[in-house]
């Protein structure tokens, strides 16, 4: 009942949206960015995007659509106009020139809007309208949804393939990705990180980013697992800093530790933690190709890797094919790798993180907003 209720309420807004982009013309110069994929933090490449239209193009007057507090708190810092209440959401999106949007949503399906894809990240598993939990209505409306696309943000040839079967569009385009760009800062800049996570008395620091698990599967280390590691953090002068998936609620992270730390909720935006991370830590997650581009050394501890294929999400690449070594599958691997790092100049592993990187990046410039821009202007 509940989400029969969802359903039809989600209806009305969707044609009521439709009905009067037909009646309200838009204006020229007026960009609307509309966060679907969390939408409690101000993060992502819609915040990379929106902050570089703002600074760089004074001509662009844009608009952040959202309501939630800290978010809208935020966005007013940088001195942006924010459409928090019903009408003003509703009429800052149908005077738009141009909507920019980072995840599926059926709300323009119906009506004239201009709608660029900017997603939330390049990674393996099956999205939009090849994610197999899409339902057949919410497929109808994604479908014609995506018609609206003028055209989707992507990081190279392999994921422009992807991402046009995803949306059923052949309007992919590889500028990167609008959030990579704040991977390319100076030693000052990581500092100040440091420094605002309270985080620069360690001598590295070790990130563990996993990607959502749709269903439950298995808890990714054990009590004994999280002691010994923190006997190593504290001998080594390190800190274990973990941000979960935003939709993640399964995973459980200790709070008795030294230098262990949950920051998800304390992390706005988790390209802040990559840029001074010393070393990462994930499995399926996007978070990865990301990672990739700083040549900065990684593991994937695919530790449920079976039942994750089986019973959460189905991929665009075969893991097993796509993912560099070393995969690793249990707590003692991943321990032993973490205290002994010799494995990172290993020629075979340089040679795969090459390869990876390269398959899921055409530029790795820091000049991904430009070249978004460059689309948004010629259209």
Request: hydrophobic share 35%; with cysteine; net charge positive.
């Given at each position: 009942?509940?989400?029969?209720?969802?359903?039809i309420?989600?209806?009305?807004?969707?044609?009521?949206?439709g009905?009067?982009?037909?009646?309200?013309?838009?204006?020229?110069?007026?960009?609307?960015?509309?966060s679907?994929?969390?939408?409690?933090?101000?993060?992502?490449?819609l915040?990379?995007?929106?902050?570089?239209?703002?600074?760089?193009h004074?001509?662009?007057?844009t608009?952040?659509?959202g309501?939630?507090?800290?978010?809208?708190?935020?966005?007013?810092?940088?001195n942006?106009?924010?459409?928090?209440?019903?009408?003003?959401s509703?009429?800052?999106?149908?005077?738009?020139?141009?909507?920019?949007?980072?995840?599926?949503?059926?709300f323009?399906?119906?009506?004239?809007?201009?709608?660029?894809?900017?997603?939330?990240?390049?990674?393996?598993?099956?999205?939009?309208?090849?994610?197999?939990?899409?339902?057949?209505?919410?497929?109808?409306?994604?479908?014609?949804?995506?018609?609206?696309?003028?055209?989707?943000?992507?990081?190279s040839?392999?994921?422009?393939?992807?991402k046009?079967?995803s949306?059923?569009?052949?309007?992919?385009?590889?500028?990167?990705?609008?959030?990579?760009?704040?991977?390319?800062?100076?030693e000052k800049?990581?500092?100040?990180?440091?420094?605002?996570?309270?985080?620069?008395?360690?001598?590295?620091?070790?990130?563990y980013?996993?990607?959502?698990?749709?269903?439950?599967?298995?808890?990714?280390?054990?009590?004994?697992?999280?002691?010994?590691?923190?006997?190593?953090?504290?001998?080594s002068?390190?800190?274990?800093?973990?941000?979960?998936?935003?939709?993640?609620?399964?995973?459980?992270?200790?709070?008795?530790?030294?230098?262990?730390?949950?920051?998800t909720?304390?992390?706005?935006?988790i390209?802040?933690?990559?840029v001074?991370?010393?070393?990462?830590?994930?499995?399926?997650?996007?978070?990865?190709?990301?990672?990739?581009?700083?040549?900065?050394?990684?593991?994937?501890?695919?530790?449920?890797?079976?039942?994750?294929?089986?019973?959460?999400?189905?991929?665009g690449?075969?893991?097993k094919?796509?993912?560099?070594?070393?995969?690793?599958?249990?707590?003692?691997?991943?321990?032993?790798?973490?205290?002994?790092?010799?494995?990172?100049?290993?020629?075979?592993?340089?040679?795969?993180?090459e390869?990876?990187?390269?398959?899921?990046?055409?530029?790795?410039?820091?000049?991904?907003?430009?070249?978004?821009?460059?689309?948004?202007?010629?259209?």
């Open positions: 009942m509940k989400k029969t209720l969802q359903f309420k989600g209806a009305i807004i969707v044609y009521t949206l009905f009067f982009s037909y009646l309200i013309p838009k204006k020229k110069n007026t960009y609307a960015f509309v679907f994929f969390n939408r409690k933090k101000f993060s992502g490449n915040k990379s995007f929106l902050l570089h239209v703002d600074e760089k004074p001509e662009i007057s608009v952040y659509v309501n939630n507090k800290d978010v809208v708190k935020e966005v007013r810092e940088h942006i106009k924010v459409a928090a209440n019903p009408l003003s509703f009429w800052s999106v149908l005077r738009a020139e141009h909507i920019f949007i980072d995840a599926s949503t059926f323009f399906s119906v009506g004239r809007f201009s709608v660029i894809q900017l997603w939330h990240g390049t990674g393996f598993k099956n999205i939009a309208l090849l994610n197999r939990s899409t339902k057949n209505l919410s497929r109808y409306y994604l479908k014609k949804a995506t018609k609206k696309y003028r055209f989707v943000v992507c990081t040839e392999s994921d422009c393939k992807k046009s079967k949306f059923e569009t052949d309007k992919v385009v590889a500028t990167g990705l609008p959030r990579n760009d704040e991977l390319f800062v100076n800049e990581k500092n100040h990180l440091l420094e605002k996570y309270k985080l620069a008395k360690y001598d590295k620091i070790i990130t980013a996993p990607t959502w698990r749709d269903c439950p599967t298995k808890q990714p280390f054990t009590e004994g697992f999280w002691r010994k590691l923190n006997d190593y953090l504290v001998e002068n390190s800190f274990f800093l973990v941000i979960k998936h935003p939709y993640a609620t399964f995973m459980n992270i200790p709070s008795e530790y030294s230098n262990i730390g949950d920051y909720q304390i992390v706005s935006d390209q802040e933690v990559l001074f991370t010393d070393f990462l830590i994930t499995d399926y997650s996007s978070v990865i190709t990301d990672y990739s581009i700083t040549d900065k050394p990684y593991l994937i501890y695919a530790y449920d890797i079976e039942l994750y294929i089986e019973s959460c999400r189905s991929f690449y075969d893991l094919e796509v993912l560099p070594n070393p995969i690793l599958k249990t707590e003692d691997e991943l321990f032993e790798k973490i205290v002994d790092t010799s494995w990172q100049n290993l020629p075979e592993v340089i040679h795969e993180h390869e990876f990187k390269d398959i899921f990046h055409k530029y790795c410039d820091g000049k991904s907003c430009e070249r978004v821009m460059k689309e948004v202007l010629a259209l």
